[in-house]
C-alpha cells in the first residue's frame, strides 16, 4: 500500500516528480549496466568479494568483535583507491564505450580506415586458403577505436591488403606467423601483434588463447577479428565481445560487407520497373 500511494502522488505529473522519475531510471539505468559490465568477468568475483567484507565488517560490530571490527574499518579507508586498481580494465572498457555514443573524433580519420570492396575480397581468399591448409591465422581489422598500442606491440609493414600477403605472414615457419594481424584501412599495418585476452569467465574452456585474444580485442574495442583455427580450419569471427563460427567463406564475405561497408554500400537489387515501362 505504501508503494501505491507513492505512485499515486506522482500524479498530476510536475516537473519536480518528472525530476524525480528521471533521476531514478538514470540510478537504475547506470546500476543495470555496471551489473551487466561486470557479469561473467573477474569483476564479479571481486563484487562478490566486496559483498563479503560488507557482511564481516556489519556482523563483527554486531557480535562485538572489537579487534576484526578495527581492522575492517580501517580497511574500508582505502576502500576506494583499491576499488579503481580492480577495476580498472573495466573502467577503461566503459569509457571506451561511452566513447562510442557519438563519431566525431572519428570523422577525420574515416576516409583513412575505409576499407574498400578489394581488400575486403582479399582477406576473404586469404582466410579460405588459410581455412583449407588449416593454417592458424589472427587478422584483426581496425574500426573506430586506433589500435596503436596494439601495432605498436608487433613488426611495421605499412603494406597494400594481399591474400599473398597474408599466406607469407602466417606460413607456420615464418618468423611472424606467431599473433595477430592488423589491417587499417586497405593496409596491413603491423604482424606479430600481442593482444589482449578476455577474461570472460563464461567463454568455453575448450577455446585456445588464440581464439581468447580475438574476443578480448574486441572487449576493449570497436574493431572486428578473424580467427582460423589451426587444428581444424574452423573460421570464426569475433566482434563486441562475442565469437560466432562461419560455415564457410560465404558467411565470412557476408559478416564483413555488414560490418565494414554498411547496408548502404552493398549492391542493391535494381529496381523493378513499373508495368508500363515494360510494355513501352
Known sequence: MEIWRRFTQLWPPTQETLIQVVDVLLVAFIAYKLLVLVRSTRAWRILVGIIVFIVALVLSEVFQLRTVHWLLEKATLLG?????????????????????????????FAKERAVSST???E???????????KTGALI????????DDIIATGVSLNAAVSAALFGSIFYDQGPLHDGATVVRGNVISAAACRLPLSENARIDSHLHMRHRA???????????????????????????GRLERLPDTQALRDRLK?????????????RRRRKEEVVA
Open 258 to 270: 555488414k560490418e565494414l561497408l554498411g547496408d548502404d554500400q552493398t549492391p542493391k537489387k535494381p
Open 140 to 147: 584483426v581489422v581496425e574500426r573506430g577505436v586506433h589500435l
Open 123 to 133: 582477406i576473404v581468399a586469404a582466410v579460405a586458403e588459410l581455412s583449407s591448409t
Open 119 to 121: 581488400t575486403l575480397e
Open 214 to 240: 580475438g574476443i578480448g580485442i574486441t572487449e576493449q574495442s570497436d574493431s572486428i577479428c578473424i580467427i582460423v583455427s589451426e587444428e581444424r580450419g574452423i573460421i570464426s569471427f569475433a566482434v563486441d
Open 80 to 108: 576506494p583507491v583499491a576499488l579503481v586498481i580492480l577495476f580498472l580494465p573495466e573502467l577503461r572498457q566503459t569509457l571506451e564505450g561511452f566513447g562510442k555514443l557519438g563519431d566525431f573524433t572519428d570523422r577525420p
